[in-house]
C-alpha cells in the first residue's frame, strides 16, 4: 500500500529558522583563505540581494555559525560610490543567525551589493569549512581544508 502524504509550506518550516522574504540573495562570491598551522581562516563574502517592495527593515539578516564578523556593507547598483556601513553587527547563537544593522532603512525594488569580512576556525567535525588530515605518498601526513 502506498500512501502520500503532502506537506504545507508550515510543515516544512517546522523546527528552521527562515529568513524574511523581503531580500533574497541571488548570486555569492566567497573567498576563504586558511592557515593550515593555527587552523583558522578569513574569509570575504560578496552577495548579490534584490529586494522587494515592502520591504521595510534597516537589517539584513543572513544564517551563520560559529564566524566571527569584523565588517559589512553593502552598494547600491547604479551608486558604487555610496557605501553603507554597518553599524551594528549581531550575532545570534540560538537561530544560527547574524543580523547587520544599518542607519538608513535597506532602499526596496533594488539590488544591493553587500560585502561581509569575517574570519572562522577549521574545526575537525566535518562541518562547514573544516580541516582534515591525510598521509602523502611519502608517509608525509598533511593538512587540508
Do not use: W
Request: glycine share 4%; net charge negative; aromatic share 8%.
Amino acid at each position: 500500500k502506498y500512501t502520500m502524504t503532502m506537506m504545507s509550506s508550515t510543515d516544512k518550516a517546522a523546527g528552521r529558522v527562515l529568513l524574511p522574504l523581503n531580500i533574497n540573495p541571488t548570486r555569492y562570491d566567497i573567498t576563504l583563505t586558511p592557515d593550515l598551522t593555527a587552523f583558522t581562516f578569513t574569509g570575504v563574502t560578496t552577495i548579490e540581494l534584490t529586494t522587494a517592495h515592502d520591504v521595510s527593515t534597516s537589517k539584513i539578516i543572513l544564517h551563520a555559525k560559529e564566524l566571527c564578523f569584523a565588517s559589512a556593507s553593502y552598494t547600491i547598483e547604479g551608486h558604487p560610490d555610496e557605501v553603507h556601513e554597518a553599524e551594528e553587527i549581531s550575532i545570534n547563537m540560538k537561530s544560527t543567525t547574524v543580523s547587520f544593522g544599518f542607519s538608513n532603512p535597506i532602499p526596496p525594488d533594488s539590488t544591493l551589493v553587500l560585502i561581509i569580512h569575517y574570519s572562522g576556525f577549521l574545526n575537525n567535525q566535518m562541518a562547514g569549512f573544516y580541516r582534515s588530515s591525510y598521509t602523502d605518498i611519502r608517509g608525509t601526513k598533511k593538512i587540508m581544508a
